[in-house]
């Protein structure tokens, strides 16, 4: 009895479901229509393409080293509380610096020198949270700081803890 309702639901679901754009679905003795959205889903499964991605398809596709990126540093890097004029001035040569070593043929690997020239910049503007990363990145690439500028860096981060923690900031 139950196979033969099993299967009058499958056969009127079929039936429905070629008269109607909707998909339907057995359950039982009960059928549940469901509306198929014209909207893709998140996998896109059983959807049309778009004509954007038809028109996409085959062609080649750029490696993101060698896409143009936009210049977004005046949605996020501009504002009287974050830089100074003459702060932000040299952070962009530091960055224009970094950018012209790796458009270099072969790029260039910055030295300990040039790590020295951020780490006084950064010191000098008490951005803690970028020696951290900076150290990183000397790590990285596997330069050694020397001993003076490891004892220099030692105690501005010190200093730093200390200030940090006395003005309630997180580290």
Not at 77 to 82: F, H, N, P, S, V
Not at 96 to 119: L, R
Not at 128 to 143: C, D, P, Q, S
Request: negative net charge.
């Amino acid at each position: 009895m139950a196979t033969t309702m099993l299967r009058h639901c499958i056969s009127r679901a079929a039936a429905l479901r070629l008269a109607a754009p909707v998909a339907h679905i057995p359950c039982g003795h009960v059928v549940r229509q469901l509306t198929v959205s014209p909207v893709r889903s998140w996998f896109g499964f059983g959807m049309q393409r778009t004509p954007q991605e038809i028109a996409q398809e085959g062609q080649a596709d750029v490696p993101i080293y060698a896409q143009d990126f936009e210049n977004d540093e005046d949605e996020y890097l501009q504002g009287e509380e974050l830089w100074s004029a003459e702060e932000r001035l040299e952070r962009q040569s530091i960055a224009q610096e970094i950018n012209s070593m790796s458009e270099q043929d072969p790029p260039a690997k910055p030295d300990i020198i040039f790590f020295e020239k951020v780490f006084d910049m950064l010191i000098k503007y008490d951005d803690w949270r970028g020696v951290i990363t900076v150290r990183e990145l000397v790590a990285e690439n596997k330069l050694v700081e020397g001993e003076e500028l490891k004892a220099k860096l030692d105690k501005y981060m010190e200093e730093a803890t200390q200030r940090s923690y006395h003005d309630n900031e997180s580290w």
